[in-house]
């Protein structure tokens, strides 16, 4: 907030998880599941709708990770890809559309894994870095389900976010164990 006060504009950046441990999506146990209002939307809706208002331009670089987005042409597991498919230019305008562009691509994503942060922190750092000097306050949004295989480069990466004009919302989405982000 006092980022706000002080006149300063605020970024979103979502991230989604396309790890194989979300279930397949064709069953309904999936927080992925094909239906309606899976668990990813309704995350997706609910945190974004709270920070959609501050972001002047709501123009949001949206990333899946540890997925096979075979919608990009690749047919192996990345741990951070454009949603939209313009790596030079990931931006999604609006929370609706964000979670239109979800769904269309979600039966072209594979599930994959692991859960690796590291690759999807680093596009965030330079992502952030890219912004000096444009009093830019940056938010990642990072929705996954569970635990993380590359904690120590995460916890590194972490601590030199730490240092940058930004936050870092980790919501856990499902039912699994998330005492070890705290």
């Given at each position: ?6 006149g300063w504009a ?6 989604i ?19 309606a ?9 609910n ?12 123009s ?8 096979i987005?075979?919608?990009?042409g690749?047919n ?21 559309e964000?979670v ?24 965030f750092?330079?992502y ?6 444009s ?8 929705l996954?389900?569970?635990a ?10 972490v ?24």
């Open positions: 907030m006092d980022y706000l006060r002080s605020v970024s979103l950046v979502c991230a998880d396309y790890t194989a441990s979300n279930g397949n999506p064709s069953e309904p146990s999936s927080l992925h599941y094909l239906g209002n899976n668990e990813y939307e309704k995350a997706l809706f945190v974004g709708n709270v920070v959609e208002p501050y972001d002047a331009d709501r949001f670089p949206v990333f899946g990770f540890g997925g987005p075979r919608h990009l690749l192996s597991v990345s741990h951070c890809f454009a949603m939209n498919g313009l790596a030079g230019n990931p931006e999604i305008i609006g929370i609706q964000i239109d562009t979800y769904k269309r691509t979600l039966p072209m994503i594979g599930l994959g894994g692991p859960t690796l942060f590291a690759p999807l922190l680093k596009e750092k330079s952030v870095s890219s912004m000096a000097g009093q830019t306050y940056n938010i990642l949004l990072l996954t389900d569970g993380i295989h590359d904690m120590p480069q995460t916890i590194d990466l601590c030199e976010l730490s240092e940058m004009p930004c936050s870092i919302i980790i919501v856990g989405v499902g039912r699994a164990d998330f005492e070890s982000m705290e």
